[in-house]
């Protein structure tokens, strides 16, 4: 499907090329599909709705920068608009507060809350030397509590022992009591989670809120949630002064849609992100990173900035000028596009920035090698003649074996470089004027 998708964006970028303005009529197609690739990440209706509607009133009227098309513009907006929602108001972990620090945790069972605690404490400890207690509340699950005490453990924390048969707010009590006693700067508290939302559950963190007041109440949800996470976090949202968002499972092959929904729903900002079950898998949620993931477009818009910022423009019209004044494309011209190609970037950094799905394909290809292959061209060129160069006609047994000696290659290789210089060549014939700069066009979309 994904495929798909990535197949049909790039005709459509290629449809709208040499407009130079972004208008109803030439993205009402792509506007469509950013909305099918946002509903295809999970990202609940309303929200994709209200986001497409920004996205176009932003986008209308916009001027289409250099040799970008108004379909590649658009993604670029859009992409810039979803990391911009998303990072908005992101900031760190929040511990200014009279010590302990208390950071309650808060979302429905399986969302990765235990895990997160350690993750966060492990995080606090290194980065922030920090003295850490953990606590749970969850006296519905025996065996929670003894998967904080073991994970908090690995994390090189202090877990405070609670059980099945206390009320959480009396947890809370002693364990805040307990860490103010014993000089911690932060409290961590992990609290029961249930399958679904439920008025007894919401009661029961609204309460713990109240008697802990906490300086972060971090709401963790699955990345693979889905449209349900609009609904659980409304409910946590409506019940709690929320003040971040810990998105976990971004490992995992969902798009990670609910990223979006929350952030829209809360109101709060996503402030880490779970990237594995281990215990150092946490990081400061990256918006940018995020955004390429939840539009599945791969980073059009930097392949474009990188392939129009990394090409002599100049070179390439003085090419296409020559081309279409019907002066041949001699072996000049031929190492000239070769060393544009190495300005880019390289094929391999070129590659990192296509799609996952054409990614994929041009992963077959192995990279290096291409690499290498494009230095072996150079060096075969630079060992011709200016005349050889300007006409290789003249190029028989005799200079080819010179020139191979030259370059420390084979005979073969300068002659498989001569016959792709010759379907260039070919091609470029055909392609009559502009050739080169559609040829640079077609890359960048
Ligand atoms: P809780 O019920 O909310 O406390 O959830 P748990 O912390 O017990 O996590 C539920 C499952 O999700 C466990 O198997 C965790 O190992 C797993 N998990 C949590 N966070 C991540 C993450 O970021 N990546 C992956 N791959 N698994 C995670």
């Given amino acids: 499907m994904a495929s798909a998708l990535t197949e049909k964006l790039s005709r459509l970028v290629k449809e709208m090329r040499g407009q130079a303005r972004i208008t109803e009529g030439n993205v009402a197609d792509m506007l469509r599909e950013v909305r099918m690739a946002l509903l295809e990440a999970d990202v609940a209706l309303p929200v994709v709705r209200d986001f497409v509607a920004r996205v ?15 379909g590649q513009a658009l993604v670029g907006i859009v992409n810039r608009e979803l990391a911009a929602t998303m990072g908005q108001g992101v900031s760190d972990i929040n511990l200014a507060a009279q010590p302990p620090a208390v950071i309650l945790m808060a979302g429905l069972q399986g969302a990765g809350k235990t895990t997160t605690t350690a993750k966060l404490a492990k995080l ?8 850490v207690l953990t606590v749970s509340g969850d006296v519905y699950r025996p065996a929670a509590i003894e998967q904080l005490k073991t994970v908090t453990k690995q994390a090189g924390a202090e877990w405070f022992p609670s059980t099945p048969e206390q009320k959480p707010a009396d947890i809370a009590r002693a364990a805040l009591d307990y860490a103010r006693k014993h000089y911690f700067d932060v409290l961590l508290v992990d609290t029961a989670g249930r399958l679904a939302i439920d008025e007894a559950l919401m009661r029961e ?12 109440t971090l709401f963790v949800v699955d990345a693979m949630q ?3 996470a ?3 976090a409304k409910a946590f949202s409506d019940a709690l002064p929320l003040t971040g968002i810990v998105l976990t499972k971004t490992d995992g092959d969902s798009r990670g849609g609910a990223a979006l929904s929350v952030r829209h729903i809360t109101g709060a900002p996503i ?4 990237t594995s079950e281990k215990i150092d898998g946490l990081e400061v949620f990256d918006a940018e990173r995020h955004a390429g993931r939840v539009l599945g477009m791969g980073d059009i818009v930097a392949l474009v900035e990188q392939v129009t910022a990394g090409v002599d423009m100049a070179a390439a019209q003085k090419l296409a000028a020559k081309v279409k004044s019907g002066e041949t494309f001699d072996l000049n011209d031929f190492l000239a596009q070769i060393q544009q190609m190495k300005q880019m970037g390289g094929l391999s950094s070129l590659m990192d920035k296509l799609p996952t799905q054409m990614a994929a394909k041009a992963g077959q290809m192995d990279m290096d090698k291409a690499e290498r292959d494009i230095r072996r061209k150079e060096g075969i060129i630079h060992s011709m003649t200016p005349l050889e160069r300007r006409k290789p006609d003249l190029i028989k047994a005799t200079r080819k074996r010179r020139i191979a ?6 005979v073969q290789e300068v002659n498989r470089m001569l016959n792709e210089f010759g379907q260039m060549q070919d091609m470029m014939k055909k392609m009559k004027g502009g050739g080169m700069m559609k040829m640079l066009k077609r890359m960048g979309g």
């Fill in 271 to 274: 402030k880490f992100a779970g």
């Fill in 226 to 228: 889905g449209q349900d």
């Fill in 124 to 131: 606090l400890i290194e980065k922030r030397k920090k003295k």
């Fill in 205 to 216: 963190i609204k309460d713990l809120h109240a008697i802990l007041n906490p300086v972060e």
């Fill in 56 to 70: 176009k009133e932003k986008a209308l009227g916009q001027e289409v920068m250099g040799s970008l098309s108004p």
């Fill in 405 to 410: 000696a030259g370059a420390g290659v084979q």
């Fill in 230 to 232: 609009v609904n659980t």
